[in-house]
């Protein structure tokens, strides 16, 4: 057995050696008292059960098939404290590539509201930089075999608790990347999703499709009616002018990306014409982010393994928002249906058009 020294001296000479070997999407990234959700469960069922008829479409053989990778297990643990565990007052600066190593999370001072003050963005502007700093330092270190200090030995402990080698810090400087908590605004997404839930589940179901890419929103927009993304992109389904055209065709001057409802149509239209080209859901799900063009290319070089291409491909646009993408749709619908484990608190959720209204809404 090497004792500590030793075995990070050798440490040390592995990676100064294995250092110095190292050298356009089609979607955007594609009053009474509000019921509770044993309501609004009860609901769901309900219009389920009534809703079923020779009438309607099947449901396919793939509904609700969603897997989750032991590989991905890391990054959606990640979403899953960015949904529901840390505030909008937190930041966490981690590394991009492993999202289990995180370096810490850090408390913005003062009052904290959906948007940052100049000042809070310096403040994690400046701690960003930090964390660069003692990243780049105890690399170099680590190369030529210099004297660790206490938070250089602390830093390494950071990643032996995530299980994670020492030679993931090479490079680990440049894939530093700051997140802000969004438990509040999950939670608000939660509660307006009540309004659209039963409708959206419906639109899925019929068009055979799993009822569960219902959970979508929480990714795109939080269920922000209004959205709108830097590339232009709106609505609760966030659809660009170009992918509206193809998915929710109208003469009408209105612009339907800003209805829920014919959005949530444009885009089962959009997920059934991706999934039959790509062949899975997790590829299919991605391509709302990167494009079916996109994944499809990702495919031809990568393979079908939706895990390969996750972890190895470099094409052009596929970034952290691609790579991540389904598993923030699969940790979204996991709060999303399990939400009292998530928020003790309680949901108010705001109140669905009733059943026969849903029923009489195609």
């Known amino acids: 057995m090497f004792n500590r020294q030793t075995r990070l001296k050798t440490l040390q000479r592995v990676l100064g050696c294995s250092l110095g070997c190292m050298a356009l999407l089609l979607m955007n990234g594609c009053g009474s ?7 609004l469960t009860a609901a769901r069922q309900d219009v389920q059960q009534r809703s079923a008829s020779p009438t309607d479409k099947p449901i396919a053989a793939y509904s609700g098939v969603f897997p989750k990778p032991a590989s991905l297990e890391p990054a959606v643990a990640f979403w899953r404290k960015t949904y529901a565990v840390w505030q909008r007052s937190q930041v966490a600066f981690h590394d991009d590539r492993y999202l289990d190593v995180v370096y810490e999370v850090m408390v913005l001072p003062g009052d904290v509201s959906e948007s940052l003050t100049a000042e809070q ?3 994690v502007s400046q701690r960003r930089e930090y964390w660069k700093g003692q990243l780049s330092t105890l690399e170099a270190k680590l190369r030529y075999g210099a004297a660790l200090n206490a938070n250089d030995k602390q830093l390494i402990a950071t990643l032996e608790n995530s299980g994670k080698p020492l ?11 700051s997140q802000r908590g969004t438990r509040e605004r999950f939670k608000h997404g939660l509660e307006i999703s ?3 839930d039963l409708k959206f589940r419906k639109i899925f179901r019929n068009a055979g499709l799993p009822e569960d890419l219902a959970y979508l929103p929480h990714v795109e927009s939080s269920f922000q009616a209004s959205a709108k993304s830097s590339a232009g992109a709106l609505g609760l389904w966030q659809f660009t002018k170009a992918a509206a055209k193809t998915f929710m065709p109208d003469g009408n001057s209105v612009d339907r990306r800003l209805d829920p409802i014919a959005s949530a149509s444009g885009a089962a239209h959009y997920l059934s014409t991706a999934y039959g080209k790509l062949g899975d859901w997790p590829t299919a799900i991605t391509s709302y982010n990167h494009g079916i063009g996109g994944m499809k290319r990702a ?3 990568m393979g079908g393994d939706f895990v390969h291409i996750v972890e190895k491909y470099d094409g052009p646009a596929f970034g952290f928002a691609s790579r991540n993408y389904y598993a923030q749709f699969l940790a979204a619908r996991e709060i999303a249906s399990k939400p009292e484990q998530f928020f003790s608190e309680g949901i108010r959720y705001e109140s669905p058009i009733n059943s026969e209204q849903y029923l009489a809404a195609d």
């Open 33 to 39: 008292s509000p019921p509770k959700r044993n309501n």
């Open 121 to 123: 963005k310096n403040i």
């Open 167 to 177: 030679s993931i810090l090479a490079g680990a400087s440049d894939r530093l990347r």
């Open 194 to 196: 009540g309004r659209y």
């Open 299 to 301: 495919q031809n070089r």
